[in-house]
């Protein structure tokens, strides 16, 4: 299978690097320089190019699936819209057209897209309700990613991707320090993240659905942090509740929203599909770093 993983980053270097292992052929897209070279580190072929810009992807070559992972760097609604949906667009019509066009598409979103549910779980079935601005670009990327490709001849997936952690992501001392504002944590490791597309591409798996990728145990916040408090010799952080952070005043309105948003993501579906996790819940996925907070 050639794959072309486009916005070649965090977790594509590692989609790449678990292809390549596997015998497939995979091309990663970056727009800079170092970001060529880090593709070219991890031992698979890479092109410079914007994924906004239809020419430069003329530079990638045919392939079998596309995996759209390009990030907006952090920046505003303007700018996610510019990638996640003017980008995406470009990308599916730029190789649809193609005399050798892809069989499939992968296009990564996020877990944001649900919403508030006040500590409720939320599957695929469950009816969006983005609560920022951005959040409402990611689930218009996910219609694009299911009805667009159609039009030309293949099909797309979304996998909906928790909050990402693993290697240069942990964050401990936040936790460790606190304080730390209750709520709940959707996670997935970086290398399941990974895997879990790495996964439906070769088993052929989730044709134009949603598929949400996030570990075994969403964890509230509080008893995540004395866990690792407890695994760190440490003892456990100042905490506060909602309101508490609230009151201190200093909080966007981005920043209201995020707290006040409480939900809990089932992978029931990913698992049914047969993905087995490398790293199940934080308990796994934590321990290469609680080992080098201990320096053993």
Not at 109 to 114: F, L
Request: hydrophobic content about 35%; charged content about 30%; some cysteine.
């Amino acid at each position: 299978m050639n794959v072309a993983i486009l916005g070649c980053g965090h977790v594509g270097l590692e989609l790449g690097r678990q292809l390549t292992e596997r015998g497939h052929e995979v091309t990663g897209v970056r727009r800079s320089d170092g970001g060529v070279e880090k593709i070219e580190a991890t031992g698979f072929d890479a092109v410079k190019a914007d994924v906004t810009e239809r020419n430069a992807l003329e530079a990638v070559p045919d392939v079998d699936a596309i995996v759209f992972a390009a990030s907006s760097g952090g920046r505003g609604a303007n700018a996610a819209r510019e990638v996640y949906v003017e980008g995406l667009r470009t990308a599916i019509q730029q190789f649809g057209e193609r005399e050798n066009g892809p069989d499939r598409l992968v296009y990564t979103s996020s877990t944001g897209v649900h919403g508030d549910h006040d500590g409720d779980w939320v599957d695929e079935e469950t009816e969006l309700d983005p609560t920022t601005e951005k959040t409402a670009v990611l689930a218009e990327a996910e219609r694009i990613a299911l009805e667009l490709p159609p039009e030309y001849g293949f099909e797309g997936t979304v996998a909906r991707y928790a909050g990402l952690y693993g290697p240069g992501r942990y964050r401990l001392e936040r936790y460790l320090e606190g304080p730390v504002t209750e709520g709940y944590l959707n996670m997935v490791h970086r290398d399941d993240a990974a895997g879990a597309v790495r996964y439906l591409l070769e088993e052929d798996l989730a044709r134009g659905e949603v598929v949400q990728v996030v570990d075994d145990e969403p964890a509230p916040k509080w008893a995540f942090a004395d866990w690792l408090a407890e695994q760190c010799g440490l003892e456990q952080p100042p905490k506060q509740t909602k309101a508490e952070r609230l009151a201190e005043g200093d909080v966007s309105e981005a920043g209201k929203r995020r707290i006040l948003t409480s939900k809990r993501c089932s992978n029931d579906k990913l698992r049914e599909l047969g993905y087995e996790f490398a790293y199940p819940t934080y308990r796994e996925g934590y321990r290469d770093a609680i080992d080098d907070y201990l320096g053993r």
